[in-house]
């Protein structure tokens, strides 16, 4: 299993970035994943988690800014940031867990938390200034 991020840069606060995380290895549809973040100094934090149904989960902080998404075609999960702010500069990391089933609602809780994802990718720096 592997989870590639990119998407990430610098932008003015304001600004937006669309992060990708291509999955291979496992099939997204299928899965309950998530965007994490981890900016220096502080613990890693939930941002928003999504599971095969499509239902999703936020953090208070990014609520009405940040949307999370699939598309299973291209087996790839996203994160649409908008109105960006600088203490959303971070380390940003996707997650999977291909065999959360039945147990979606546990990725449903919020905040959006790390219950058991079992794969991770090695992330993508967002800095906004």
């Known amino acids: 299993v592997q989870l590639v991020e990119s998407g990430g840069g610098s932008v003015q606060a304001g600004g937006s970035l669309r992060l990708s995380c291509g999955a291979s290895g496992i099939t997204v549809s299928n899965c309950c994943m998530g965007w994490f973040r981890q900016a220096p100094g502080k613990e890693r934090e939930g941002v928003a988690t999504?599971?095969?149904?499509?239902?999703?989960n936020y953090a208070d902080s990014v609520k009405g800014r940040f949307t999370i998404s699939k598309d299973n075609a291209k087996n790839t999960l996203y994160l649409q940031m908008n109105s960006l702010k600088p203490e959303d500069t971070a380390m940003y990391y996707c997650?999977?867990?291909?065999?959360?089933?039945?147990?979606?609602?546990?990725?449903?809780?919020?905040?959006?938390?790390?219950?058991?994802?079992?794969?991770w990718g090695q992330g993508t720096q967002v800095t906004v200034s």
């Open positions: 999504i599971v095969s149904d499509g239902s999703t």
């Open positions: 997650a999977a867990n291909p065999r959360c089933g039945g147990r979606e609602h546990m990725y449903l809780i919020e905040p959006p938390n790390e219950v058991d994802f079992g794969y």
